[in-house]
């Protein structure tokens, strides 16, 4: 059940699915579904997490502080991280995750909509219609999640990230990553591509619900599978405000 998403990297997060009891009785194996977890189980579990975040959201948009946004940041990657490890403990700590990641997004939601009128409808409709889209490429085989699919959304998206860790350690030292944050044609072009790759990434995503309850899975993997499409969705989410704010920058 490898995934992209570094949440769902099963080396890294060292994550075991319980093989249930099953009986046999003509048609085929019987799953104890209220020990396993379900493709339903999971949606319900990650539109809960995204209630939780927009309330953390409005309330951080109302009162936007430099504090909730590096609160937010560091402590979502954090808890992000410790449920890698622990994920029969994403029941608690997925709720919390998601709690830190409104304060971010609520912060950075307000900074945009400050210099940009209307900015925040536009990412959050483009945020929505790509989910969407991506969902119906995967329900059609469009796209097929195969294992050197997943190899190389994992190499990308692991990349990304070096990248923007080194960008965040940068602006403590006084050094800048080249294009990352420019409204140049090549910096925009950056943006696009890392859209595409947090795209692709709801792919793998989608994908994992359904190995789950293929594999009968462990109930709390509804919330450590729900907690890793949260990723995912800020992360489309932010990439589309940054993109909008290039193409209306002078």
């Known amino acids: 059940m490898k995934s992209k998403n570094p949440m769902f990297n099963n080396e890294h997060a060292k994550v075991k699915t319980a093989t249930l009891e099953r009986k046999r009785t003509g048609g085929g194996p019987i799953i104890d579904d209220s020990t396993s977890m379900s493709v339903s189980g999971a949606v319900n579990k990650t539109l809960m997490l995204g209630c939780i975040l927009m309330i953390t959201t409005i309330f951080s948009y109302n009162y936007p502080n430099q504090l909730f946004a590096t609160v937010g940041a560091l402590g979502g990657a954090a808890v992000f991280m410790f449920t890698s490890f622990k994920p029969h403990l994403a029941p608690m700590t997925a709720p919390l995750y998601a709690v830190l990641k409104g304060l ?58 070096i990248v923007y860790l080194i960008s965040w350690i940068g602006s403590f030292v006084g050094f800048t990553v080249p294009f990352i944050d420019d409204n140049t044609p090549f910096g925009i072009a950056i943006t696009v591509v890392i859209i595409g790759v947090a795209a692709l990434n709801l792919l793998l995503d989608f994908d994992n619900f359904e190995r789950g309850e293929q594999s009968a899975a462990p109930k709390y993997m509804e919330w450590y ?26």
């Open 104 to 161: 971010l997004v609520g912060t950075v939601s307000a900074m945009y909509a400050a210099q940009f009128g209307g900015i925040i409808f536009q990412a959050a409709s483009l945020t929505i219609a790509t989910l969407l889209a991506m969902l119906m490429i995967y329900k059609s085989g469009l796209i097929k999640v195969t294992k050197k699919f997943r190899m190389g959304v994992t190499m990308a998206v692991g990349a990304i990230m």
């Open 225 to 250: 599978y729900g907690m890793g499409l949260l990723f995912t969705l800020v992360w489309l989410y932010i990439e589309f405000l940054r993109l909008l704010g290039k193409l209306q920058s002078d």
